[in-house]
Every structure is written in C-alpha cells, then in structure tokens.
C-alpha cells in the first residue's frame, strides 16, 4: 500500500502510542512499528531517521495535545466553568493513562534526555499563552513566578504518581486518587503566592 508521507508518519506515530501503552517504552522500535503497519524497517528510518526521533516526535505530540487541553481547563478556570481539580485531573492521565510519564522517564533513565527538548518548546509555548492571558492581572514577573511555580508543581506530581505512585499508595495505605486530591488542594495556594516570599497567599 502506498501511503503519503504524511499518512506513513501519522501511522506510526498512532502504533507508536498503541505500543507504549500496551507494552511500555521499551517496545517502541522502529522494527515493532514497522511490523505493526506491515511497513519496511527502511521506510520508517527515512521518516524518522532512529527510534529515538520516533520516541521524541511522539513524546512532542502528547505534551501538544496536553498543552491544548490544559489551555481549554485554564480558560474555563478564568470563566468560572471549572474546578482546579479538573486542571489536576487532566495533567495527571496524560502522564498515567497516557502513557507520557513512562515514555519521559524511559528517555530521561536511558541517557536520551536530548529527545526530550521539544516537551521544553511546547511548555514554554503553555506558559506565554498563560501569561498573554493574564495581562492586566498583576506585574509580568509576578504572572511568570506563579504560573511556572504550579507547572512544576502539578507536572513534577504527576510525573513521580504515574512511575511509582501505585507502589507508593500501597505503602501507606492511601487511595489511588491522593495524590491528585493532594495537588489539588495545594495548586491554589501556589497559584496564590506572593514571589519570593513577599506577602501572604
């Protein structure tokens, strides 16, 4: 079957995920994908070039897709339509059900954290859409404190609850959601702060 361009990465990238999924980080290879789709080793290198390329290409299009739907729970935070808990709930599928928190930690352990630069790309793209939004609201360096301060603080949550967080929960004897209540609790008071520790929340 003769496929596009276009259509053979879009193809691969969809069996790349179903790979991730089902069997971890691990089972995305050029050669796996390739016989999922019934498609030559040689193709898929000449739209990708190397495994890690298709690993950083899809980890790219996981962290955009989040960033748009964080976008749309920001708005609807602003226009009193939604909960911080629905802002928690979003980042953190995307790294457990999602499948992104494996793939990251997969990348970031093997030495591979290079392929890892376009997540930086489409985060700092998420954090000036934030800012843009928020102006008129406070100083900009202020703005910039508090919304890469909840960045790091629900990303870097969701990134340890989607590696180790069910072993963690067993532990202590928590639910699978406390976590998540956790940051959901805590985000407004981080959002609320004053920067470098001026002020009260």
Do not use: C
């Amino acid at each position: 079957m003769r496929r596009t361009p276009e259509e053979a990465r879009t193809l691969a990238l969809a069996s790349a995920r179903r790979l991730l999924l089902a069997e971890g980080p691990d089972a995305i290879t050029l050669q796996s994908v390739a016989n999922d789709l019934g498609m030559s080793h040689t193709n898929l290198i000449h739209h990708f070039g190397s495994a890690a390329e298709l690993q950083s290409e899809l980890m790219r299009q996981m962290v955009s897709e989040l960033t748009t739907t964080i976008e749309s729970a920001v708005m609807r935070l602003r226009a009193g339509k939604g909960e911080v808990k629905d802002f928690v709930d979003i980042v953190f599928d995307a790294f457990d059900r999602g499948g992104a928190g494996r793939l990251a930690a997969w990348m970031a352990l093997t030495g591979e954290s290079m392929h890892l630069a376009p997540i930086g790309e489409v985060v700092r793209d998420y954090i000036d859409s934030v800012e843009r939004g928020a102006d008129g609201e406070g100083a900009a360096a202020a703005i910039h404190e508090r919304v890469t301060s909840a960045t790091l603080f629900v990303t870097v949550a969701a990134l340890g609850d989607a590696i180790i967080g069910n072993e963690l929960r067993k532990m202590v004897g928590r639910e699978r959601e406390a976590v998540r209540k956790l940051m959901g609790a805590l985000l407004p008071a981080v959002l609320a702060a004053q920067p470098n520790g001026s002020g009260h929340s």
